[in-house]
């Protein structure tokens, strides 16, 4: 059983870098053909797709977003990681991080984590 788990700090600061880490358990981030992706959900709006970082470690990126993300691996500890620089109260969200790929889309989250941005 796969099992993701968002961490990082409820709180950061307008124009500080938001950064989370998605731990993975029950499967290898560097498997085959499934990629990891970052998504959030504003306060009353729909889910918004950042980005995924692929088994290989290819990374792409909402056209929105790009020029604020980054995601990264780190596969000693089966972990990803999501950065984003310069963030704003409209960042507010609950982030989740998931899987995807191998003919099942999204078939497995994160609990998700609530970051607000705020001074």
């Known amino acids: 059983q796969v099992q993701l788990q968002e961490s990082g700090p409820g709180l950061v600061k307008p124009s500080q870098t938001l950064s989370l880490t998605c731990t993975v358990s029950?499967?290898?981030?560097?498997?085959?053909?499934?990629?990891w992706s970052w998504i959030r959900q504003p306060p009353g709006k729909g889910l918004e797709w950042m980005g995924v970082i692929a088994y290989s470690g290819s990374t792409y990126y909402s056209p929105s977003l790009k020029s604020r993300t980054s995601i990264s691996r780190d596969t000693s500890k089966n972990q990803f990681t999501l950065q984003l620089t310069s963030v704003t109260p409209e960042d507010t969200a609950v982030y989740y991080c998931?899987?995807?790929?191998?003919?099942?889309?999204?078939?497995?989250w994160g609990q998700g984590t609530q970051v607000t941005v705020s001074s």
């Open positions: 029950g499967g290898s981030i560097t498997t085959n053909l499934y990629y």
């Open positions: 998931a899987r995807d790929g191998a003919g099942a889309a999204y078939d497995y």
